[in-house]
């Protein structure tokens, strides 16, 4: 044969012959509950999905020995979209179409979530969805609900402190990601609601080392009394050193996305008194006995910590939640039909998370209110609620 | 004003020392091969990364340092033999793509051998600022600036004073001949790669204590070198250093009088302004293409 | 056999192939799988006839692509354009964008171009990424569905059919370029381009053609993909999947229509494949791009095939 008539015949067998490997699926019992599950396991916004997989890993495992739901076990299948919204949505549809999952958690980032939306919708699979924008419950969409707290949540909770220290001239400084400019778009949305005043609206880049000049900017600003940084990642971090740095004597807010002992430790001492809006979850042992959330939330650290030898993270907490809110439901429904799940997650009221207490209803697809976030600040290096 | 612009500046050049020693880095591949290693940046933060993990082992700092720039200086000299070596004589677009998916399968090593989180390194002598003209300067930044006019003095000498830096410049300037004068060129690549490595982590363990480090740190890092080895002229290390710290400063007084949103636009635009117009760059020597 | 070229045959064959395919699939998840790579093919085509064929670079190609994407879906979405008169109105600001900066940028030679395509295409994420005001910046936005003639283009199935159309027709154009006098002029243009202007050849007009062609094909496939998606992020115009399209046009073969087809196969579908191996894919894809280029510098595929048809002589 010649090589063009080799190569075309292999062009039409590659395609046909690869598909059919990938996809032989693994042999499992015929009636295993399938969980299914996109994750920024890899890639920028790995520190979300990585221990989110790891919660939903875990847990699964925990319900399977203790007898599975409703007689059947549970299988988790999960992809990793890497924090890439086209491959999340590729993900999403091989899980309703291939693997066909009876329900979805997952969808790291709110562009991985946003993304999957309208695939969701379309097919008419419960979906619970681990990122934190108020746009992906509100609008309500009939099949997508929430754990994390959104960001106006956080905004207006911050807002709130800032109220009873008589601060009201505030400035902002957030970097380009996704979680930022939506939370300081939200922020902004609300702050005349709370009487405050955004004096100053600074930027910096995503991967940007150096924040000095955004904050001399602020530190110059007439009247300014604190400083809110709706920011995730690296950012945050660096600002919070920059601002010790410059001297920059104002309160300093961050953003529950840096809720975690990491940001302590990457910041050093320059963290000292930097408070913010955050889940019951990081003070797990500081909480009063009477607090309805401790027993959930000690659980929960305790088994992470134990099984994977690294600190526990809100965003992990956010996922047991999902999948706990997922697995009550089927078990009040008493079925798995996916109907019957969506109506049963609708009407969730009084679950204990790691989150918070959740009520939710047809208008509300994600049932926190404020008091589900508590305000932190770091005190001697620890996090420590705010009397 | 005059402290905010002190600030500015400051910061500006804090960052432009950092882009200086990673486009001496490109700088001296390219002259010794006419190669663009799209992989520097990964020498960055090899650098950075290996002082973390071995500061967790228990390791001083004085020890762990110079261990972890021999690490990137044996990850360059393996990226020379394995992968630019074997290619020698290819067109530019191939060595191009094979630096580049060198950096790919640098990255993706490093998320195996260490992890995706953010890491931080001590400072060397504390993070007290240090107050000048009523603008603030880490102490760090002292150590950045203070080393990079070390090693920008020492590769001076190097190059000119020294026999094997001399060879290095005689390749650079025409293979053939220096390979009739006796030099061993292949010696040369690989020592190019090799100190080009250490210079770029050198680079990231400075700026460590002030940036924190991760996986991927260098992705950026090594586009703005490369952005500011253009602009000083490719080839030239006194333009390589230039080109650093005016890239710095330009984005430093961007972000300040312009728009924070677009600082990191900066770099690119002043890259194809540079191309467009002047495109051997500030010291960069006319090159006539011989037909 | 005398018909058999890779004009006719080859196009033949490809109409065949996407034809007979819809046969073998199983779920609508394989249909996006395949609308994926047609659409990754069709920038490919275009792609491979600068870089295969006209020995140029780019490293900023994902920024048309983004162009494309985002330029038909704020027209539909915060204009109210139609979506068809959206495609066509972007496909044209972008040719004149491309052609405005092609000039300047096509005087340029190897890294220098490869270092100026990377800035343009990096300018390009970085203006999607920060006017979030248009484009809903890093979080995305929603894009209408495409109609044709009042009736909503929706759904895996009619998509197929309508990428695979646009791969054909993309194909057919690309193949007839090449053995056009503009094709014989890059061909020219790539063995020296001293030589091709002595000869008479317009270089700067063959470039910057190819250029803007190219440019055209990414601009028209993102378009495709914003209406098909129903949401946009602009992780699709950023200098990662540049270098993915890079490498795909290298992987499949450098100066062959089909080959860039086939690369844009062999890596789309690659982390479909690889999803067990997900903490080694950066490896792999890395480990893969400097392989290919050291051992196979013509592309992997077409060396392989000259391996096995060696072998069997």
Not at chain 3, 218 to 244: C, D, N, V, W
Request: overall charge positive.
């Amino acid at each position: 044969m010649t090589t063009s008539q080799v190569s075309k015949s292999f062009k039409k067998l590659l395609p046909i012959s690869a598909l059919v490997a990938a996809f032989a699926a693994p042999a499992w019992a015929q009636d295993a509950i399938k969980i299914g599950a996109f994750l920024s396991v890899s890639g920028p916004a790995a520190f979300l999905g990585d221990p989110e997989q790891k919660t939903l890993e875990l847990y699964i495992e925990k319900i399977n020995a203790a007898g599975g739901v409703l007689g059947r076990k549970l299988q988790l299948i999960s992809y990793d979209d890497s924090g890439d919204a086209e491959k999340a949505r590729t993900f999403a549809k091989r899980l309703i179409e291939q693997d066909k999952v009876d329900v979805i958690v997952g969808g790291s980032t709110t562009g991985a979530t946003m993304a999957a939306v309208p695939l969701v919708e379309a097919a008419q699979v419960p979906f619970v969805s681990l990122a934190g924008a108020v746009v992906i419950i509100e609008p309500v969409k009939k099949w997508v609900f929430k754990t994390p707290h959104t960001d106006r949540m956080a905004c207006e909770k911050v807002f709130t402190d800032m109220n009873e220290r008589k601060l009201s001239k505030v400035a902002l400084i957030s970097g380009t990601g996704g979680f930022d400019k939506s939370m300081r778009a939200e922020c902004l949305k609300v702050a005349p609601t709370y009487k405050i005043q955004v004096v100053a609206d600074e930027t910096y880049g995503a991967g940007d080392t150096d924040m000095t000049v955004q904050l001399t900017k602020i530190k110059n600003t007439a009247g300014v009394q604190a400083v809110l940084n709706p920011g995730f990642g690296q950012g945050p971090t660096i600002v919070t050193k920059n601002f010790k740095q410059l001297a920059v004597n104002l309160p300093l807010y961050q953003s529950h996305g840096v809720a975690s002992k990491e940001f302590i430790k990457l910041s050093g001492d320059a963290s000292e008194g930097v408070r913010l809006p955050a889940a019951a979850l990081l003070i797990a042992e500081q909480l009063p006995d009477s607090d309805p959330q401790k027993k959930v939330v000690v659980g929960y650290k305790q088994a992470f910590e134990s099984k994977y030898k690294q600190e526990v993270s809100t965003f992990g907490g956010h996922a047991y939640d999902g999948l706990m809110l997922v697995v009550e439901a089927m078990r009040r429904a008493g079925s798995t039909d996916k109907a019957k799940v969506r109506d049963a997650i609708e009407t969730t009221k009084g679950y204990v998370g790691t989150g918070g207490v959740v009520n939710m209803s047809a208008t509300d697809h994600m049932g926190l209110d404020l008091s589900a976030f508590r305000m932190l600040e770091v005190k001697k290096g620890v996090w420590s609620p705010v009397k | 004003m005059n402290a905010q612009l002190t600030q500015f500046l400051l910061s500006g050049l804090t960052i432009g020392a950092i882009y200086a020693l990673v486009a001496l880095g490109f700088a001296i591949i390219y002259n010794a091969s006419h190669v663009i290693n799209f992989a520097q940046g990964e020498f960055v933060m090899i650098g950075g990364m290996a002082t973390v993990s071995l500061l967790q082992f228990g390791l001083p700092l004085l020890l762990a340092i110079p261990l972890a720039v021999l690490a990137a200086v044996a990850a360059g000299m393996a990226l020379e033999r394995f992968a630019i070596e074997p290619a020698r004589g290819a067109s530019s677009v191939t060595l191009i793509i094979i630096t580049i998916g060198a950096s790919i399968l640098l990255r993706g090593l490093a998320t195996l051998v260490w992890d995706k989180k953010l890491h931080t390194v001590p400072s060397f002598s504390g993070d007290t600022p240090i107050q000048i003209g009523g603008a603030t300067l880490l102490p760090q930044s002292l150590w950045v600036m203070g080393i990079t006019l070390v090693i920008v003095l020492l590769l001076g000498w190097f190059f000119g004073r020294t026999l094997i830096g001399k060879a290095v410049l005689a390749t650079s300037h025409n293979p053939v001949a220096a390979q009739l004068c006796g030099i061993n060129v292949r010696f040369v690549l690989f020592l190019s790669f090799g100190l080009s490595a250490g210079l770029g982590a050198v680079a990231g363990i400075l700026i460590a204590p002030i940036t924190l480090t991760s996986w991927d740190v260098g992705v950026m890092l090594g586009l703005k070198g490369f952005a500011a080895a253009i602009l000083g002229g490719l080839g030239s290390g006194v333009g390589a250093v230039v080109g650093g710290l005016v890239l710095g400063i330009a984005e430093s007084m961007g972000a300040g009088y312009l728009s924070s949103a677009y600082k990191d636009a900066i770099a690119f635009v002043i890259i194809l302004a540079v191309l467009f117009f002047m495109p051997s760059g500030l010291f960069g020597k006319k090159s006539a293409d011989r037909v | 056999m005398k018909w058999m070229t890779p004009r006719t045959g080859g196009l033949a064959l490809l109409a065949a192939l996407v034809l007979l395919l819809p046969l073998g699939m199983v779920n609508n998840y394989w249909y996006e799988v395949a609308i994926q790579v047609g659409l990754n093919a069709i920038v490919c085509i275009g792609l491979n006839l600068l870089i295969g064929y006209a020995g140029q670079i780019s490293l900023g190609h994902a920024g048309f692509f983004g162009l494309g994407a985002y330029g038909s879906a704020i027209l539909s979405t915060r204009y109210g354009v139609p979506p068809a008169l959206a495609i066509v109105c972007t496909t044209v600001a972008v040719a004149f964008l491309a052609l405005l900066v092609g000039r300047p940028i096509l005087r340029l030679k190897g890294h220098y171009l490869a270092m100026a395509t990377l800035g343009m295409g990096i300018i390009i994420s970085i203006v999607i990424v920060t006017e979030d005001k248009f484009t809903g910046g890093p979080d995305g936005m929603s894009v209408p569905a495409l109609t044709l003639f009042g009736l909503e283009v929706a759904g895996e199935r009619v998509w197929y059919w309508v990428v695979a159309a646009a791969l054909v027709i993309t194909t057919a154009l690309a193949l007839n370029l090449i053995e056009s006098p503009m094709g014989r002029a890059l061909r020219a243009l790539n063995g020296s381009e001293v030589g091709a202007r002595v000869s008479g050849i317009d270089a700067t007009r063959a470039k910057v053609g190819v250029f803007v062609l190219s440019a055209v094909f990414a601009s028209i496939a993102g378009s495709l993909m914003a209406h098909y998606s129903g949401f946009i992020t602009p992780g699709k115009a950023s200098f990662f999947h540049s270098i993915e399209l890079v490498a795909m046009v290298v992987f499949g073969g450098m100066s062959s229509t089909f080959g860039a087809i086939i690369g844009a196969m062999a890596l789309t579908l690659l982390p479909q494949l690889l999803t067990v191996l997900k903490e080694y894919e950066m490896v792999v894809f890395g480990g893969v791009m400097v392989v290919t280029m050291i051992f196979f510098p013509r592309g992997f595929l077409p060396s392989l095939m000259l391996l096995l048809a060696r072998k069997r002589k």
